[in-house]
């Protein structure tokens, strides 16, 4: 096999993977996946779980196929190689034999050779598509570097899913540290692989939770992961995470993204509309389901949160994703239709803008209706067997439930949406899919913060990158922690922006931003070098 520019898939056919201590990394074996793995699933469900989360993490996936899914339609002159590792099921049990098939991409176009830089990018909850290595920052700074580039899927996420389904005992084996462990095996069996030299830097890359993961990589492995740039990365675990509405409320007002007073207060008036329809009757509820396109009765008040949830996340996700190509609605966009019948008197008022920016949405994500059935959700959940699609709810809720929290609530009285769904139904959850108390989910969340150190981690050589009109960031590390934690708060940008392709659209704070990133990383890797030097390599 030519390690550098040859086909890196099938180079071994099985073969066992051992156990192995996690902060010292475990082997992969490079294998060919099984043909009932090689068809993508459908990238859009027609009848999504319901739940606000959920809605979010499909604007999200929406988002990164959009920014992803073009990396094949630029006249590459060669496609990124798709391979596949064995790694360990349970990496922390040597006496373990089970494996599974972890999916990575590989970009090889700019790579110097054996001495060159490796950039590692995270895949985080859900797909990893080709375009990972192709398109995108992390990517465009290959050529200049002259970075090898792979792309890392999440284990359980994707494609690589371990056979036996999704039941509890399966799902033990999926948290952080685990796929922190595959990236310390993934690290090693690539280098041999694909002959990189033992000097050469590996930086890791990667965005939301992927960027937590990115972090962590540096802090858990200073022997194999040289850096880390981490965007939007929520390392700080939080149980009730009511700071979300509370960014999503002030990133409403700021005129630089197209907020204002008034589009801030015209949701509130919009919220307050959808809840006085709900205490109306019968008729007025079957009324708001028609002109909101929920799929099914609001009569329970467990669908009424639904509901409520979804039309907040919504809202949420057009901050979140404020500006970025493929999403359905800027904030600008979406003020400008929460304010469209001030002047012609209408009685739909901010309420009619609500329900507009609904159908958009659920045009863009390919969905018929806003699905509402708590019942329905959960059944969905509970759903053990092999995931139809890359989004990965059943998997997200566990390790939401046994890691990080992350529930978005707005019982704070300055948040301008319901109250609804309120923290105890979002942990009942955890409850009824998986039989996991509420206090055990918060015991989960502090054992989290406690082992990574949340927004103090203490790892060197790493670069957080936020956008401050992001939710997230408040989760992240926002400011520099010490010379070797620095850290970007870029102005007025959304959830992991700088991560996406370079447009001439892009606001001048953007642009510094990257600039500033490029910067980081000839340091680090002049760094390197030197310390090649002194070690006689």
Not at 54 to 72: C, P
Request: with cysteine; proline share 6%; net charge positive.
């Amino acid at each position: 096999m030519d390690n550098r520019n040859g086909k890196t898939e099938g180079a071994r056919p099985g073969g066992g993977g051992g156990g192995g201590d996690a902060e010292g990394g475990v082997t992969g074996e490079e294998v060919r996946a099984p043909r009932r793995w090689r068809a993508e699933a459908p990238k859009t469900l027609r009848s999504p779980a319901a739940s606000a989360a959920s809605l979010l993490r499909r604007l999200g996936t929406h988002v990164r196929q959009f920014r992803e899914g073009s990396g094949l339609r630029l006249g590459a002159a060669a496609p990124p190689k798709e391979g596949w590792l064995e790694q360990p099921l349970d990496p922390f049990n040597a006496s373990d034999g089970r494996c599974f098939l972890q999916r990575y991409w590989v970009n090889d176009q700019h790579w110097t050779g054996p001495d060159g830089p490796v950039f590692l990018h995270l895949g985080g909850e859900g797909s990893l598509w080709p375009g990972s290595v192709m398109r995108g920052h992390p990517a465009a700074l290959a050529p200049a570097l002259g970075a090898l580039v792979v792309g890392l899927e999440h284990r359980f996420y994707g494609l690589s899913v371990p056979a036996g389904g999704l039941e509890v005992a399966q799902l033990r084996y999926l948290s952080s540290r685990h796929a922190l462990a595959d990236v310390g095996a993934a690290r090693l069996a690539l280098s041999r692989l694909f002959n990189v030299s033992a000097s050469s830097p590996w930086i890791c890359f990667g965005g939301s939770y992927a960027g937590s993961l990115a972090a962590w990589a540096r802090l858990k492995f200073p022997h194999l992961i040289f850096a880390s740039v981490a965007s939007s990365a929520p390392v700080r675990a939080v149980l009730d995470f009511s700071e979300y509405n509370d960014v999503v409320s002030r990133s409403l007002r700021n005129a630089a993204i197209g907020g204002s007073s008034e589009c801030r207060a015209a949701a509130a008036a919009a919220f307050a509309e959808v809840e006085r329809r709900l205490r109306s009757g019968a008729a007025a509820r079957a009324e708001l389901r028609a002109e909101l396109g929920a799929c099914g009765p609001l009569g329970r008040v467990e669908d009424q949160a639904e509901l409520l949830g979804q039309l907040q996340a919504l809202v949420g996700g057009a901050v979140q994703y404020d500006g970025q190509a493929g999403a359905p609605l800027s904030v600008r966009q979406l003020c400008g239709l929460l304010l469209a019948d001030r002047s012609n008197c209408s009685r739909l008022g901010p309420y009619g803008g609500l329900r507009r920016a609904a159908q958009i949405v659920m045009r863009s994500l390919g969905q018929r209706c806003l699905s509402v059935s708590r019942a329905e959700m959960v059944a969905q959940l509970r759903d053990t067997a092999a995931p139809v699609s890359g989004v990965g709810d059943r998997q997200w809720l566990y390790q939401t439930c046994t890691e990080f929290g992350f529930y978005v609530t707005c019982e704070d009285p300055g948040c301008p949406f319901s109250q609804l769904p309120a923290l105890p139904s979002q942990l009942d959850l955890c409850e009824q899919v998986f039989g996991l108390s509420a206090s055990s989910v918060a015991r989960a969340v502090a054992r989290t913060n406690s082992y990574y150190g949340g927004q103090s981690p203490g790892a060197t050589q790493v670069l957080f990158v936020n956008g401050d009109a992001d939710p997230w960031h408040v989760l992240s590390v926002a400011q520099a922690l010490g010379p070797s934690e620095a850290a970007l708060l870029i102005p007025d940008a959304s959830h992991c922006l700088d991560m996406a392709p370079e447009r001439p659209s892009d606001p001048p704070s953007l642009r510094l931003a990257r600039q500033k990133i490029f910067q980081q990383l000839q340091t680090w890797l002049r760094r390197a070098k030197e310390s090649q030097v002194t070690d006689g390599i």
